[in-house]
C-alpha cells in the first residue's frame, strides 16, 4: 500500500480517530510522569544532574531515533497491532522503573518507554491518515489532541499518586498501560477492517483508486528535500521557543514575579490545556485555507505576542502565554500534514521522522536552554528565545500546496 487509497467514506471515522486520540492520551500522560519522578530518583538513588540527563538521554534516544527507522519498516510490512506491543514495552518501562534495583535499571526502565513511543506515533499517524477520509487537519488535530492532554496530565497525575506514595507507586500505573492496550487492540481490528472496506472500494471503482499527493503533483526529489530542510527549521524555531515553557516557565514566574511553586505549576498546566484546543481548532482551519498559511499564522503570528511577554506583568503574562499557546499549537499538526502530502507514499517514515525531531529537538533545544539560564539567567532567556518565532518567515520558501 503506497499511498493513502481513495477515501471509502465521505466523512471522517471518528470512532478510530477518536479511539487513537484515546490512546495517544494514555500514551503520553506514562511519558510525561517520567520527568515529574526525577526528584524521587535522584534521591533514592544519590544521583547527580549530569546522571538524571542520562535518563532523559536514554529515553529520547529510543523514541525519538528509532521512530523513523521503525516508520520506514512499517510503511513496507504495516501491522495493525504494533501499538499493543509498543505499549508492551511501556509496560516493561514502568515495572522497571518502579522497582529499580539501581541505576542501570532506571536506564534501561526509560529506554523501553521511550521504544513504546517510537512504535504508536508512527503506526498511529498512518492509522489517522487513513481514517481521515481528506480531512487531515481534522483527523490529525483529534489524534494530537489526545497527547497534549495526556503530557499536561501527567505531571499532575505523578503529584498526586507518585510523589505522596514513592516510586514503588509508578507501578499503579499499570492500569493505564493495560487500558491502552485494549483500546490499542480494538483500534487495530477496526483500522484492519477499514482498510480491508476502502481497499475494496478501490478496486470496484478504479477511478476513485488512482493518488496523487495532496499538495498537487509529485515534486522533484530536491525541492521535497529542500522543503523538508525548511520544515525541520520552522519545527526548530516552535519547539525551542515551546521548551523554553514546558522547562523553564515555572522557574521564570517564580524568579521575576516570587509567585508560589503552586501557582506556576497552575499557570503552567493552563498553558498545556489551552495548546490542547489549539490542535484541534488550527487542524479544521487548516482543511480550509491550507496548511502553507496555518503555517504562517501559528509560528510568524506568535511573533508579537512572544516579544511582549517578557516585559509583561504577572496578569498580562498569564494572558499572553495562553494567546502564545492558542496560535503554537497547531504548528505541529500543518507542518506534519504539508510533509506527509510531499511524500504521500511513506507515511509511517515522515510521521516517525517529524515526532522524532519534535522530541529530539525539544530535548535538545531545553538542554541548550538550560546553559543559557545558567549564564545569563532565565529572566534573559526568554527574552533572548522570544525571536525564534521570526524563523517562521522562511515558511515563504516553501511549495505553495493550496
Given at each position: 500500500?503506497?499511498?493513502?487509497?481513495?477515501?471509502?467514506?465521505?466523512?471522517?471515522?471518528l470512532?478510530?480517530?477518536?479511539?487513537?486520540?484515546?490512546?495517544?492520551?494514555?500514551n503520553?500522560?506514562?511519558?510525561?510522569?517520567?520527568?515529574?519522578?526525577?526528584?524521587?530518583?535522584?534521591e533514592?538513588?544519590?544521583?547527580?544532574?549530569?546522571?538524571?540527563?542520562?535518563i532523559?538521554l536514554?529515553?529520547?534516544?529510543?523514541?525519538?531515533?528509532?521512530?523513523?527507522?521503525l516508520?520506514h519498516?512499517t510503511?513496507?510490512?504495516p501491522?495493525?497491532?504494533?501499538?499493543?506491543?509498543?505499549?508492551?514495552?511501556?509496560?516493561?518501562?514502568?515495572?522497571?522503573l518502579?522497582?529499580?534495583?539501581?541505576?542501570?535499571?532506571?536506564?534501561?526502565?526509560?529506554?523501553m518507554?521511550?521504544?513504546?513511543?517510537?512504535?504508536?506515533?508512527?503506526e498511529?499517524?498512518?492509522?489517522?491518515?487513513?481514517?481521515?477520509?481528506?480531512?487531515?487537519?481534522l483527523a490529525?488535530?483529534?489524534?494530537?489532541?489526545?497527547g497534549?492532554v495526556?503530557?499536561?496530565?501527567?505531571?499532575?497525575?505523578a503529584?498526586?499518586?507518585?510523589?505522596?506514595?514513592?516510586q514503588?507507586?509508578?507501578?499503579?500505573?499499570?492500569?493505564?498501560?493495560?487500558?491502552a492496550?485494549?483500546?490499542?487492540?480494538w483500534?487495530?481490528?477496526?483500522?484492519a477492517e477499514?482498510?480491508?472496506?476502502q481497499?475494496?472500494?478501490?478496486?470496484?471503482?478504479?477511478?476513485?483508486?488512482?493518488?496523487?499527493s495532496?499538495?498537487g503533483?509529485m515534486l522533484?526529489?530536491?525541492?521535497?528535500?529542500?522543503?523538508?530542510?525548511?520544515?525541520?527549521?520552522?519545527?526548530?524555531?516552535?519547539?525551542?521557543y515551546t521548551?523554553?515553557?514546558?522547562?523553564?516557565?515555572?522557574?521564570?514566574l517564580?524568579?521575576?514575579?516570587?509567585?508560589?511553586?503552586?501557582l506556576s505549576?497552575?499557570?503552567?498546566?493552563?498553558?498545556?490545556v489551552?495548546?490542547?484546543i489549539?490542535v484541534?481548532?488550527?487542524?479544521?482551519?487548516?482543511?480550509?485555507?491550507g496548511?502553507?498559511?496555518?503555517?504562517?499564522?501559528s509560528?510568524?503570528g506568535?511573533?508579537?505576542?512572544?516579544?511582549?511577554l517578557?516585559?509583561?506583568?504577572?496578569?498580562?503574562?498569564?494572558?499572553l502565554?495562553?494567546v502564545?499557546?492558542?496560535?503554537?499549537?497547531?504548528?505541529?499538526?500543518?507542518?506534519?500534514?504539508?510533509a506527509i502530502?510531499?511524500v504521500?507514499?511513506?507515511?509511517?517514515l515522515?510521521?516517525?521522522l517529524?515526532?522524532?525531531?519534535?522530541?529530539?529537538l525539544?530535548g535538545l533545544?531545553?538542554?541548550?536552554?538550560g546553559?543559557?539560564?545558567d549564564?545569563?539567567?532565565?529572566?534573559t532567556v526568554f527574552?533572548?528565545?522570544?525571536?525564534?518565532?521570526?524563523?517562521?518567515?522562511?515558511t515563504f520558501?516553501?511549495?505553495r500546496?493550496?
Amino acid at each position: 500500500m503506497t499511498a493513502t487509497l481513495a477515501n471509502a467514506t465521505s466523512r471522517p471515522l471518528l470512532p478510530i480517530l477518536v479511539a487513537l486520540s484515546g490512546a495517544h492520551l494514555l500514551n503520553d500522560l506514562i511519558q510525561s510522569m517520567i520527568p515529574a519522578m526525577y526528584p524521587l530518583i535522584k534521591e533514592a538513588y544519590h544521583l547527580d544532574f549530569a546522571q538524571i540527563g542520562l535518563i532523559t538521554l536514554a529515553f529520547q534516544v529510543t523514541s525519538s531515533l528509532l521512530q523513523p527507522l521503525l516508520g520506514h519498516v512499517t510503511d513496507a510490512r504495516p501491522w495493525p497491532y504494533a501499538m499493543v506491543a509498543g505499549m508492551g514495552a511501556t509496560l516493561a518501562g514502568l515495572f522497571a522503573l518502579s522497582f529499580a534495583p539501581n541505576y542501570g535499571t532506571v536506564l534501561v526502565g526509560a529506554a523501553m518507554v521511550g521504544l513504546g513511543s517510537a512504535v504508536f506515533h508512527p503506526e498511529a499517524t498512518r492509522m489517522a491518515r487513513h481514517a481521515a477520509a481528506g480531512q487531515q487537519g481534522l483527523a490529525q488535530g483529534v489524534f494530537q489532541i489526545g497527547g497534549h492532554v495526556g503530557y499536561a496530565a501527567g505531571p499532575l497525575l505523578a503529584a498526586m499518586i507518585v510523589v505522596p506514595r514513592g516510586q514503588q507507586s509508578l507501578a499503579w500505573m499499570s492500569v493505564v498501560a493495560l487500558i491502552a492496550m485494549v483500546l490499542m487492540a480494538w483500534t487495530g481490528s477496526r483500522y484492519a477492517e477499514m482498510r480491508r472496506s476502502q481497499a475494496a472500494a478501490a478496486a470496484a471503482s478504479p477511478t476513485k483508486g488512482t493518488t496523487t499527493s495532496a499538495a498537487g503533483p509529485m515534486l522533484p526529489t530536491g525541492h521535497v528535500l529542500f522543503a523538508m530542510a525548511i520544515l525541520i527549521l520552522i519545527l526548530l524555531s516552535k519547539n525551542a521557543y515551546t521548551a523554553a515553557f514546558t522547562s523553564y516557565y515555572t522557574f521564570y514566574l517564580i524568579e521575576r514575579f516570587g509567585v508560589s511553586v503552586q501557582l506556576s505549576q497552575i499557570m503552567l498546566f493552563l498553558y498545556l490545556v489551552v495548546g490542547a484546543i489549539g490542535v484541534i481548532i488550527g487542524g479544521m482551519v487548516g482543511d480550509r485555507i491550507g496548511r502553507h498559511r496555518v503555517i504562517w499564522i501559528s509560528i510568524l503570528g506568535s511573533l508579537p505576542f512572544a516579544l511582549i511577554l517578557p516585559h509583561a506583568d504577572l496578569f498580562w503574562t498569564g494572558v499572553l502565554s495562553v494567546v502564545i499557546s492558542l496560535i503554537m499549537a497547531s504548528a505541529f499538526s500543518a507542518i506534519l500534514i504539508y510533509a506527509i502530502d510531499l511524500v504521500p507514499h511513506r507515511v509511517g517514515l515522515v510521521g516517525g521522522l517529524f515526532y522524532g525531531l519534535a522530541f529530539g529537538l525539544g530535548g535538545l533545544a531545553a538542554a541548550v536552554l538550560g546553559v543559557l539560564a545558567d549564564w545569563l539567567g532565565i529572566i534573559t532567556v526568554f527574552k533572548v528565545v522570544a525571536w525564534m518565532p521570526a524563523l517562521g518567515l522562511m515558511t515563504f520558501l516553501l511549495p505553495r500546496t493550496s
